[in-house]
């Protein structure tokens, strides 16, 4: 089974771009949820979508948005690049339809404005 | 809201001596508790967790207690070896919302 995959690995921005970031689950999965991961900050949760709708957002300026599509695959989106979004942004993806069940992450779109 | 605090932010034990973080959150509705493991440069990757109707749950050297009372839970890893090191989160969450996670605790064991 194919495990959560994410586009781009890398991606080097300037300050004021926007930039999307795609996720696919693993096959028969229909939660994903995206995390931004910064030195010594741990893992800040941005939003998560179960079947096409946010469920849950976290405490992220509106400039930080995502959607889910039918088959499940999500985007993040970033607008107005800042210094600060620098970071690795982790998407994971679980089954269960309750919030209760084990993430399985992928390996993380690496993030860097200059 | 749930809140999770995690310590100690960094622990340092000798290789085969036991290591133990831990957690306490703040809403007592919650009731599924998991941990992950996250090596440097890797994705975090669950090692165990627990629901709020158990007590104990033990796989080989790693087990979590939790006391729904104080509302704290335990990771334990006994016996550590040089694979052990990483950075460790706990989690909290209750039906229907978030994981709510701790901030995380680097474990390095010295050789």
């Known amino acids: 089974k194919a495990g959560v995959t994410q586009t781009p690995r890398y991606l080097i921005k300037t300050r004021g771009q926007q930039v999307t970031l795609s996720c696919s689950p693993i096959?028969?999965?229909?939660?994903v949820s995206w995390y931004q991961q910064t030195p010594g900050q741990g893992l800040q949760f941005l939003f998560e979508y179960f079947s096409e709708t946010q469920r849950n957002k976290g405490n992220f300026p509106g400039r930080f948005s995502g959607r889910q599509f039918s088959n499940s695959r999500s985007e993040m989106n970033v607008s107005t690049l800042e210094l600060g979004d620098s970071a690795l942004y982790l998407c994971?993806?679980?089954?269960?339809?309750?919030?209760?069940?084990?993430?399985?992450f992928g390996e993380g779109s690496r993030l860097t404005v200059l | 809201g749930e809140n999770v605090e995690q310590h100690p932010s960094t622990l340092s034990v000798q290789e085969g001596d036991s290591a133990v973080i831990k957690c306490t959150y703040s809403?007592?509705?919650?009731?599924?508790f998991p941990w992950y493991k996250q090596e440097l440069g890797k994705r975090p990757q669950l090692i165990i967790d627990i629901r709020s109707n158990v007590g104990e749950k033990k796989d080989q050297r790693i087990a979590v207690t939790l006391n729904k009372t104080a509302k704290h839970f335990s990771l334990h890893i006994t016996e550590t070896q040089p694979e052990d090191s990483a950075v460790y989160f706990c989690?909290?969450?209750?039906?229907?919302?978030?994981?709510?996670w701790g901030a995380g605790t680097k474990l390095i064991i010295k050789p």
């Open positions: 989690a909290a969450s209750k039906r229907n919302y978030q994981l709510i």
């Open positions: 994971a993806s679980s089954a269960p339809a309750t919030n209760t069940g084990e993430l399985f």
């Open positions: 096959s028969g999965h229909r939660s």
């Open positions: 809403d007592s509705a919650s009731n599924y």
